[in-house]
């Protein structure tokens, strides 16, 4: 789970997070991803990805594809905080391919 406060441009940051998206969504042991926005702070956003296992992640993470779109986001946005979890309750609610 990332949590980030856009600090650029709101459209271009949509724009490229799409892309960064599209470009998870197309990796081997990628389930799924969820983008949430602050009700209170409309800036303030947490992404959180669903993988297969914490390895098929931390192999994308070092990929150089991911590393130049995340400095792209990153030049828009300030991450807040990064932690990795593991699902702990609600597996009636996740996604199939983790239940």
Do not use: N
């Not at 969504?25 to 983008?35: I, K, T, W």
């Not at 390895?55 to 070092?62: A, H, L, M, P, S």
């Not at 400095?71 to 983790?98: E, F, N």
Request: proline share 3%; with cysteine; glycine share 6%.
């Amino acid at each position: 789970m990332t949590r980030f406060t856009v600090t650029g441009d709101q459209t271009e940051f949509d724009q490229l997070l799409a892309v960064h998206e599209e470009y998870m969504r197309a990796q081997e042991g990628f389930v799924d991803c969820y983008l949430l926005r602050s009700a209170t702070r409309p800036r303030q956003f947490s992404h959180v990805g669903w993988w297969e296992s914490l390895d098929v992640y931390r192999r994308i993470g070092e990929s150089p594809e991911y590393t130049s779109q995340m400095k792209g986001l990153l030049a828009l946005a300030d991450i807040t905080d990064v932690d990795v979890c593991t699902l702990a309750s609600g597996h009636d609610r996740a996604p199939d391919r983790l239940s």
